[in-house]
């Protein structure tokens, strides 16, 4: 056999992978294998038993298309790349969650699924809604909620919110977070599954949830509508708006849909409404819609039959699963709670044996304080008995002080009635010496007006003589000889009359000028001693204050006690000796 005439060998296998919601998985598949058994694969390695909602979806040019189960993988339209990919998604959804999902992983696969579409804002939904749901899925994620672990920040990398609904409020990241924690924080004591399952119970209330949209004409004029295929019905929207349908056919109504190349026609039961007919340009769109509508018809009239054996069986060890999972639930919850109370219960016993170990240090501390002071206070009552005894030797010494300063203060009180004899009599002298003085000054007065009167009569004389010696004199020597020269005796005579006047004025001046400088004089010795009295008046206060300072302290000493001091009053005893200086400074 030559070399050219061998045919090259067909491979027996092709690769696929598989992309789940969570996983993605690798295949080794026969040629020969149809859709269904890869698909039955992948449902046995996901552990799926709820299989008529899901299918493998892969990529067509510019479209999308479901695997077909009852052909070839190989004789289908899968993009020729090695591996083949494909996505493992839910096809069909049903009406009501609750009911009718029963797995864990179905509703797990669905809760991904319908999360994705939210925040890829292909189901619209409100803000309030919107942060809603994420605190669900949060809740699923995280567990029940915790501020001790879940520190400010725990979702900064967590896709939450649709682009949409971020963009159109002003708000951060953390205010955000914020509102999402707050929803959160509420949803305690709510298990995985649970969040989950409120989470699809809340989504399948949106205007665009489980709807398929596809672009279609109306006629041929090309009306622009939409068609949306779920698990209601047939529904037309306009182009712009996707929540609000124009006009619905529900599958209840619709007797029989069929197309013939572009042209689609929805006959409704009741013969009596009209026949709606819209076109598609697309031959692969319109076989997509025509399996969507009978897959979500069959769906439809399988809800409302009784369901078959092997849904009942598997909605029955969900119930017990899910009792059973309640039950652990609410052991874990339990022992969770013994837990806490334990830990709760360590805490405490460690918090009051640290208080313990305190209070038994600072009782420590008090101890040696205390022995420290007892110790003080011995020697502290020491120094007090030496203090005493001090004080009561300080004691004697001063109440011998103070009968020295009675003895003191009676020879004191004996002088102070001395002096205020002196005074008395000093005062006597003074007002004697005042009379003396006035008596003197008008006896002066006197001897002045005297003296005057006598200068005056002299003058008068010695004019009286001058005259009469001038008039006589010519007379007697024109009628006679000349007389005999005046002895010299008359003359001495007069003389000496004239100054005997003359020396006694001069002695009555001397008389008085001696009699004043001797009043001055005494006037002067006089006020010496009425200052020198007064000095030692002034050093006799002084001297008495001392000693009742001195007495006052050494009393206090004695006693250990402030005692207030005794003020005796000198305003009686001293008003007399105070007026008698005022008069003495005076005079």
């Given at each position: 056999?030559?070399?050219?005439?061998?045919?090259?060998?067909?491979?027996?296998?092709?690769?696929?992978?598989?992309?789940?919601?969570?996983?993605?998985?690798?295949?080794?598949?026969?040629?020969?294998?149809?859709?269904?058994?890869?698909?039955?694969?992948?449902?046995?390695?996901?552990?799926?038993?709820?299989?008529?909602?899901?299918?493998?979806?892969?990529?067509?040019?510019?479209?999308?298309?479901?695997?077909?189960?009852?052909?070839?993988?190989?004789?289908?339209?899968?993009?020729?790349?090695?591996?083949?990919?494909?996505?493992?998604?839910?096809?069909?959804?049903?009406?009501?969650?609750?009911?009718?999902?029963?797995?864990?992983?179905?509703?797990?696969?669905?809760?991904?699924?319908?999360?994705?579409?939210?925040?890829d804002e292909e189901i619209f939904c409100s803000p309030e809604a919107s942060v809603l749901l994420a605190s669900y899925a949060v809740q699923a994620k995280y567990g029940d909620y915790d501020p001790n672990f879940h520190k400010p920040g725990f979702l900064a990398q967590d896709e939450l919110l649709p682009?949409?609904?971020?963009?159109?409020?002003?708000?951060?990241?953390?205010?955000?977070?914020?509102?999402?924690?707050?929803?959160?924080?509420?949803?305690?004591?709510?298990?995985?599954?649970?969040?989950?399952?409120?989470?699809?119970?809340?989504?399948?209330?949106?205007?665009?949830?489980?709807?398929?949209?596809?672009?279609?004409?109306?006629?041929?004029?090309?009306?622009?509508?939409?068609?949306?295929?779920?698990?209601?019905?047939?529904?037309?929207?306009?182009?712009?708006?996707?929540?609000?349908?124009?006009?619905?056919?529900?599958?209840?109504?619709?007797?029989?849909?069929?197309?013939?190349?572009?042209?689609?026609?929805?006959?409704?039961?009741?013969?009596?409404?009209?026949?709606?007919?819209?076109?598609?340009?697309?031959?692969?769109?319109?076989?997509?819609?025509?399996?969507?509508?009978?897959?979500?018809?069959?769906?439809?009239?399988?809800?409302?039959?009784?369901?078959?054996?092997?849904?009942?069986?598997?909605?029955?060890?969900?119930?017990?699963?899910?009792?059973?999972?309640?039950?652990?639930?609410?052991?874990?919850?339990?022992?969770?709670?013994?837990?806490?109370?334990?830990?709760?219960?360590?805490?405490?016993?460690?918090?009051?044996?640290?208080?313990?170990?305190?209070?038994?240090?600072?009782?420590?501390?008090?101890?040696?304080?205390?022995?420290?002071?007892?110790?003080?206070?011995?020697?502290?009552?020491?120094?007090?008995?030496?203090?005493?005894k001090l004080l009561a030797h300080k004691a004697a010494e001063a109440e011998q002080e103070r009968q020295r300063l009675e003895v003191t203060a009676m020879k004191t009180k004996e002088e102070k009635r001395l002096m205020e004899q002196k005074m008395r009599e000093a005062e006597q002298l003074a007002v004697?010496?005042?009379?003396?003085?006035?008596?003197?000054?008008?006896?002066?007065?006197?001897?002045?007006?005297?003296?005057?009167?006598?200068?005056?009569?002299?003058?008068?004389?010695?004019?009286?003589?001058?005259?009469?010696?001038?008039?006589?004199?010519?007379?007697?020597?024109?009628?006679?000889?000349?007389?005999?020269?005046?002895?010299?005796?008359?003359?001495?005579?007069?003389?000496?009359?004239?100054?005997?006047?003359?020396?006694?004025?001069?002695?009555?001046?001397?008389?008085?000028?001696?009699?004043?400088?001797?009043?001055?004089?005494?006037?002067?010795?006089?006020?010496?001693?009425?200052?020198?009295?007064?000095?030692?008046?002034?050093?006799?206060?002084?001297?008495?204050?001392?000693?009742?300072?001195?007495?006052?302290?050494?009393?206090?000493?004695?006693?250990?006690?402030?005692?207030?001091?005794?003020?005796?009053?000198?305003?009686?005893?001293?008003?007399?000796?105070?007026?008698?200086?005022?008069?003495?400074?005076?005079?």
């Amino acid at each position: 056999m030559s070399i050219l005439g061998l045919k090259k060998k067909q491979p027996k296998t092709f690769k696929v992978k598989v992309i789940t919601m969570d996983a993605e998985m690798e295949f080794s598949c026969e040629v020969k294998w149809k859709g269904k058994d890869l698909f039955d694969l992948v449902c046995r390695t996901v552990g799926l038993r709820e299989t008529w909602f899901f299918g493998l979806r892969y990529t067509v040019k510019d479209t999308y298309a479901w695997l077909k189960p009852e052909k070839r993988v190989l004789d289908q339209e899968v993009p020729k790349d090695s591996p083949i990919t494909f996505h493992f998604l839910a096809k069909f959804f049903p009406e009501k969650v609750e009911e009718e999902l029963v797995q864990e992983i179905t509703q797990h696969l669905f809760f991904l699924q319908v999360k994705k579409q939210i925040l890829d804002e292909e189901i619209f939904c409100s803000p309030e809604a919107s942060v809603l749901l994420a605190s669900y899925a949060v809740q699923a994620k995280y567990g029940d909620y915790d501020p001790n672990f879940h520190k400010p920040g725990f979702l900064a990398q967590d896709e939450l919110l649709p682009k949409r609904v971020l963009m159109q409020y002003q708000m951060t990241a953390d205010m955000w977070e914020e509102k999402i924690t707050a929803w959160y924080a509420e949803h305690r004591g709510i298990a995985r599954d649970e969040a989950e399952m409120e989470y699809l119970k809340i989504a399948q209330d949106l205007e665009m949830y489980g709807v398929s949209y596809f672009a279609i004409t109306q006629n041929k004029r090309d009306t622009d509508l939409l068609l949306g295929v779920d698990a209601q019905g047939l529904h037309i929207y306009s182009p712009n708006s996707k929540l609000n349908p124009n006009k619905s056919f529900p599958w209840s109504d619709i007797r029989n849909i069929s197309y013939s190349e572009k042209e689609f026609t929805i006959k409704p039961l009741d013969k009596k409404k009209d026949v709606f007919k819209f076109y598609s340009s697309q031959l692969r769109v319109n076989k997509l819609i025509l399996q969507l509508c009978i897959g979500n018809h069959d769906l439809f009239m399988r809800r409302r039959k009784v369901d078959s054996i092997e849904v009942q069986q598997m909605k029955a060890q969900a119930k017990e699963e899910k009792a059973r999972k309640k039950m652990e639930r609410q052991i874990l919850a339990r022992e969770k709670q013994m837990r806490e109370e334990a830990e709760r219960a360590k805490e405490e016993m460690e918090r009051r044996l640290f208080q313990l170990q305190d209070e038994a240090r600072l009782a420590n501390e008090a101890l040696l304080r205390s022995e420290e002071t007892a110790d003080l206070l011995a020697e502290k009552a020491q120094i007090a008995e030496e203090e005493a005894k001090l004080l009561a030797h300080k004691a004697a010494e001063a109440e011998q002080e103070r009968q020295r300063l009675e003895v003191t203060a009676m020879k004191t009180k004996e002088e102070k009635r001395l002096m205020e004899q002196k005074m008395r009599e000093a005062e006597q002298l003074a007002v004697k010496l005042v009379e003396q003085s006035e008596r003197r000054l008008k006896e002066a007065d006197h001897l002045k007006q005297d003296l005057t009167e006598a200068k005056d009569a002299e003058r008068r004389a010695k004019q009286k003589l001058l005259e009469i010696t001038k008039t006589t004199y010519p007379l007697i020597a024109a009628y006679s000889t000349p007389p005999a020269p005046p002895e010299a005796s008359d003359y001495e005579s007069a003389s000496t009359r004239l100054d005997f006047k003359d020396s006694d004025m001069k002695r009555l001046s001397m008389e008085i000028e001696r009699e004043r400088l001797e009043y001055m004089e005494k006037s002067k010795h006089l006020q010496d001693q009425l200052k020198e009295l007064k000095s030692e008046i002034e050093s006799l206060k002084l001297e008495e204050q001392q000693q009742q300072a001195g007495l006052y302290g050494l009393h206090s000493e004695a006693r250990g006690y402030v005692q207030e001091p005794v003020y005796i009053p000198h305003s009686n005893r001293n008003s007399a000796y105070m007026s008698q200086m005022a008069f003495f400074e005076e005079v």
